[in-house]
């Protein structure tokens, strides 16, 4: 597919979304080639994205050896001057599978806000890595030295992060984490993949607990997802070595004292694999607290492709799996669940074109709408994320071609044909 094919396409999704965001998000990229290219969300690379109470977009980038944020009041049109986070320059991890992480405690005005923000410190070639952590209690015009948040002080592998904040105010830091593979290998004893560790703020990132195991054994570079479980805890979701060599998925629930509760296997795909596929699951509470919305990438025995299920806590089981998409080249996948509709969305390859594609549920995942194209591009371009605002739901996204785009998701309500088994 031609450049001008895949732009007018862009322009078309765009249309239906927010297009005034997405024509500027282009005009900027043009910007980014230019010699000594501006620093902005357009020009950065893996940016995440998250809403304030207030409406207001933020997003966390890197850029050279720094990472930024910026924030929007305009859904995307204008964006505030960047503000680095690590004043010293270092190496954060930038790919889709590991990025930067914002978020923001709302206060009474925007120059009271707190906003969080957390990274992966490369700190070699031979995949280690220090959690990073840093913090602005002045509406995102400063930040604080950053800290490393893994507390073994080894020279090994902290890597791919998650944050979450729970309604009762507790801050979770999840990663991988090697420790356990290097002590070991120092007593001569074999070690399979990494594991998971977590540690938690009680004070809005001004401290954190000591870090805490989870599970041994766990892929050494595919993302966490995390969900709400209570008011308090949360649920996460993980690719976890069984056996010898499969890859499938765990599930347990995390406390704010360390406990770990109903760790169990989550999916059974039975992929047989002797290394890491870099394809973390995506997961969304549902609306029954004890259950969850799956979605991810398997090229086991059982299962090829993008999948869905329903996990409940009660049971311990998985319902609904359905394949969401076969083809080769299709992954990443995310949720949503907003106003009672369940949203997925992921990135598809047609050996010349990448395509964000979106499906929906009206039943919590016992059907799906047809699949449509919200995006394509023929050049470089990240995953797909979902992000909410409190009027809406928003496709987060960027590419070498279009800059960074905020797209709004259409709402929409009409009954859909049963799913064949």
Known sequence: ???SICRALWQAACSLGVMWACASAMAAAANCTAEGGEVSVHCGNTPSATFDDLGRLWVAFVQGQHVYVSHSADLGRTYSPPVKVNIEPEEAEHNGENRPKILVIDEESEHAATVLVSWTLKTSARFTGEIRFSRSTDGGRSFALPRTINDDELFAGHRFESMYLTESGHLYLSWIDKRD???SSARGEDYVGAAVYYAVSHDGGASFSANYPVAAHSCECCRIAVAPRGNENIAILWRQIFGADVRDHAIAELTPAGKVLGLNRATYDEWHIDACPHHGPA????????????SWFSNGDAHQGIYYASYSF?????????????AAGAGHPHLALRDGVLHLVWKGFDGQSSHIRLIRSFDAGASWSEPETLLSTNEASDYPLLVQSPDGLFLSWHGEEHGYVLQAIPRQSRALPDIEE
């Open 314 to 326: 009660a049971d311990r089981q998985a319902r609904h799996v359905y394949r969401v998409d076969g």
């Open 181 to 183: 593979l290097e002590s």
């Open 283 to 294: 997961m969304v509470q549902a609306a029954n607290a004890d259950d969850y919305h799956l």
């Open 1 to 3: 597919m031609s450049k």
